[in-house]
């Protein structure tokens, strides 16, 4: 098992920057990849970023290129998403994720879900 608790949303105006973490607790986080998603009221939950389990590789959906950066630091069992330009189209509440580095796109691909941060963005 694997536990994972995200934290640093908030309300932010656009242009604006955020930083979430999210700590993970249980078995050896640096075996795991480990994504961000995202769900807006009334829409599906959507990929955002993912990162590979060593850190040298990382995925991004094309709506937050240029803008969101992931990272990891496997001695304090953290991942981070640096969120800058926020856009009120990024308000959502923002998951973090455990895999196995399969599938690392989709929902399907993860086996651990944290219980998710809001992000407010206003314009």
């Known amino acids: 098992q694997v536990q994972l608790v995200e934290s640093g949303g908030g309300l932010v105006q656009a242009g604006g920057s955020l930083r979430l973490s999210c700590a993970a607790s249980?078995?050896?986080?640096?075996?795991?990849?480990m994504g961000w998603f995202r769900q807006a009221p009334g829409k599906e939950r959507e990929f955002v970023v993912a990162i590979n389990w060593s850190g040298g590789s990382t995925y991004y959906a094309d709506s937050v290129k240029g803008r969101f950066t992931i990272s990891r630091d496997n001695a304090k069992n953290t991942v981070y998403l640096q969120m800058n330009s926020l856009k009120p189209e990024d308000t959502a509440v923002y998951y973090c994720?455990?895999?196995?580095?399969?599938?690392?796109?989709?929902?399907?691909?993860?086996?651990?879900w944290g219980q998710g941060t809001q992000v407010t963005v206003s314009s």
């Open positions: 249980g078995r050896t986080f640096s075996v795991y990849a």
């Open positions: 994720a455990a895999g196995g580095g399969y599938h690392i796109r989709e929902s399907d691909g993860y086996d651990y």
